[in-house]
């Protein structure tokens, strides 16, 4: 499985963006998963979790990252959301 990666800096802040590579562009009620926030570098679910491992600032989406940062540790179930079927997760240490 692949998925999108994006870095978003401004100043000293830092947010990692990372979706399932099916899932972008995809309508969500009246939203979509943003091609803008999320629409970077195309890498595999491996290096995505590397990335997530040390980033203090991250918003994940769809299963497959989802699925595997709950696998690896790096978030738990309670910190899931699901809209129309896709599970979100956010990490924000400020």
Known sequence: MKVYYKKH????YEVIAVCDEDILGK?????KISEYFYNGQLIDITSAIEIL???KNFNIAGKS?????????IITLQGIITLDNIPFALKFLL
């Open 9 to 12: 800096k401004k100043q000293e």
């Open 27 to 31: 309508s969500i009620g009246n939203q």
């Open 53 to 55: 491992r040390t980033a």
């Open 65 to 73: 990252i989802v699925n595997a940062c709950v696998e690896t540790g």
